[in-house]
Each structure stands twice: as structure tokens, then as C-alpha cells.
């Protein structure tokens, strides 16, 4: 009979590879400086990871390939527009090597969705490849390949809650204790991001509303000290819930439903169009989860914990 070969590496006629797995992200509070003339506007946000996951599988390859499937597959491009496939491609070119690798996505997060689901597979992408091919590159030099690939990368490797500043990209840990219970409602279309921001400098231009620096509010940094969720749902705020809400109204009605089923706060998840909601605790959590459930609005509803950890080799 066989002798028993103890698992080191790949086995003949198998495929070496490694996986990562890569939460999501909500911004408990978003803060949009004015217009800048690059286009971008500064931020001032504190993200928060949540345990709603993508995986990114990489697997030796002569070429480099994007296959998917999960939450929203159909609407994810499997080509140099991924940001999975840009960030493998960074990586190559930094330490001068072919970026031959199968990456395969699965997944949780929804597309289009304002939880950074592509950041989350460019950071995801980035440390697969660097345990695939072992670059040997630090935690820094990873981020610093985020930082280039958009301003939601950087926090994907991170993970936890921290402080976002600049575009977003850079990341300050925040203290905070405790677990939160978060319920969420995917809608049944994304958003754009650039678009939300135009109706923003839209709506303020209408207004004739000068915007200021954006900053974050101690309420929120206290709550987050105190791990206490009654006041990190008053707490919660989202430049960009009202121009969001403004092109899509049945948002409203979802916030709504949340809010009346005893949510301790509710918040735009980024750009959205997915609506977040706090809960006390886990039952608390189920009885707005089902009340979301029901709402028209709604796609599907998901529950989970956060702060979760970023970008991990399972
Ligand atoms: P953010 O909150 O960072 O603005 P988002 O969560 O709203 O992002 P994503 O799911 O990251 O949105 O993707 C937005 C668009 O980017 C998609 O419509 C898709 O065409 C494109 N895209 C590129 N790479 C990916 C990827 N790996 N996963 C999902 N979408 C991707």
C-alpha cells in the first residue's frame, strides 16, 4: 500500500495555491471636504471591517486569469478593468517578476454596493500573490501598492476600525472595544460611486452651501473607547446619505424600516446603495433582520460582527 506522504506544498498533479480572505468595510462616519481640482475630494472617515467576506484563491499559472463566482458574479469584469487582476499586475511589475497566476474570486460582498467589495479583492489579490510568489515584501511596502491601486485598498489589508484621512487612504488605528451587531440590506441595483459624489457637489452648489474641512466627531471616537453601541448609533453620520437618497428614494424607505424595527442606528454604507443598521445584540439583530426582509426595497439582508480582521492567509 501507499506510504502516508505528510501535506508539505502540492502534491503531484495538484495545483499549488493559497487563499485570503478579505471583509468589508462600513464607514461609521463619513465627512466630504469640498471639491479639489484633481477631481477627488478629501475625507475625513473612520471605516469599520465587518465579517461579510471575499476570498481570493491564487493558484501558479503560466498567464494571468480572473474567474468569480459568489454575490453579484454576473456584474464583476474578469478582465485588467478588476482590480484583483491590477493589483497582481502591480505587484509583478514592483518586484519584477511575470504576474502568472489563476485568481478566483468568491464573492460575499455585494458589487457595486458602497462596502468596497473590489478594493477588498485588490488587497486580497496583493497578499495572495505575495504568499504565492514570495516576494518577501513588508506589511508597509504591500500598503504603500494599496495606496496606488484606490483609496479603500490600504483599510482592506488593515482591517479593525481606523481613522481614514487624505482620500481615504490613509489609515490611523482607532481604539474600540467590544463586538458590534450589524444587519445589512443589499438593494436590488448598485450605485456609482463618482455619481454620488457628483449629486453632492450638486446639491451644495444648489444650496449655495460652502463645504468645510471634513472631520470626524468625538461622539463617534468616544462611543468606539467605550465599545457602548446606544451611543455609536447616534453617532453614525454619512455626508453622502443625502445625495444618495436623492437619486434613489427607495433607500428612505429602507433606512425606515430598520429604524422602526428598533435599530440603534442606521447608516448609508459608503455611497451605498447597501443601508447598514446597528442592533443592541443578537437578537436584536434578527427581529431588524426580518423586518428588512420584508421590505420591497430590499434584495437580501445579511448579519454580521464587526471590527473583523483585514487581509488573512487561511
Ligand atoms: P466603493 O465602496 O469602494 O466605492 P463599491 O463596493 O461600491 O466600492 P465595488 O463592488 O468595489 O463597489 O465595484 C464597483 C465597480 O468596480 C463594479 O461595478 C465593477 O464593474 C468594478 N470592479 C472591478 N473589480 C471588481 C471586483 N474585483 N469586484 C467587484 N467589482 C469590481
Not at 478588476?82 to 455585494?110: F, M, Q
Not at 481614514?164 to 450589524?182: C, D, N, S, Y
Request: with cysteine.
Amino acid at each position: 500500500s501507499a506510504a502516508y506522504i505528510p501535506d508539505e506544498g502540492p502534491r503531484p498533479g495538484e495545483t499549488e495555491s493559497v487563499t485570503v480572505r478579505v471583509p468589508a468595510k462600513v464607514n461609521l462616519a463619513l465627512s466630504v471636504g469640498p471639491l479639489r481640482s484633481d477631481g477627488y475630494h478629501d475625507l475625513a472617515t473612520v471605516f469599520h471591517a465587518v465579517g461579510l467576506f471575499d476570498e481570493v484563491n491564487a493558484a501558479a499559472a503560466d498567464t494571468l486569469a480572473v474567474t468569480c463566482e459568489g454575490e453579484g458574479q454576473v456584474e464583476v469584469p474578469l478582465d485588467d478593468t478588476n482590480l484583483a487582476w491590477r493589483a497582481a499586475e502591480l505587484l509583478a511589475r514592483t518586484v519584477g517578476r511575470s504576474p502568472g497566476v489563476r485568481l478566483h474570486l468568491t464573492k460575499g460582498i455585494p458589487v457595486a454596493g458602497g462596502m468596497a467589495g473590489g478594493s477588498a479583492d485588490a488587497a486580497g489579490a496583493l497578499v495572495a500573490c505575495d504568499a504565492l510568489w514570495g516576494t518577501g515584501l513588508s506589511r508597509d511596502d504591500l500598503h504603500v501598492l494599496a495606496a496606488q491601486l484606490g483609496s479603500d485598498v490600504p483599510f482592506a489589508l488593515h482591517g479593525g476600525t481606523a481613522m481614514g484621512t487624505g482620500r481615504g487612504e490613509q489609515i490611523t488605528p482607532v481604539l474600540a472595544r467590544g463586538e458590534f451587531h450589524w444587519v445589512f440590506a443589499f438593494a436590488h441595483d448598485g450605485l456609482s460611486t463618482p455619481a454620488v459624489f457628483h449629486e453632492l457637489d450638486r446639491l451644495r452648489e444648489a444650496a449655495g452651501e460652502e463645504a468645510t474641512a471634513p472631520g470626524v466627531e468625538d461622539e463617534l471616537l468616544r462611543a468606539l473607547r467605550a465599545g457602548d453601541s446606544t451611543l455609536l448609533g447616534a453617532a453614525l453620520r454619512n455626508d453622502l446619505t443625502r445625495p444618495a437618497t436623492s437619486l434613489r428614494p427607495d433607500l428612505r424607505a429602507t433606512l425606515q424600516a430598520g429604524r422602526e424595527a428598533g435599530a440603534l442606528g442606521t447608516l448609508l454604507s459608503g455611497s451605498g446603495p447597501t443601508c447598514a443598521f446597528l442592533a443592541a445584540d443578537a437578537v436584536a439583530a434578527a427581529t431588524v433582520a426580518a423586518a428588512l426582509e420584508a421590505a420591497p426595497s430590499v434584495r437580501a439582508v445579511r448579519r454580521a460582527l464587526g471590527p473583523a480582521a483585514g487581509a488573512h492567509l487561511l
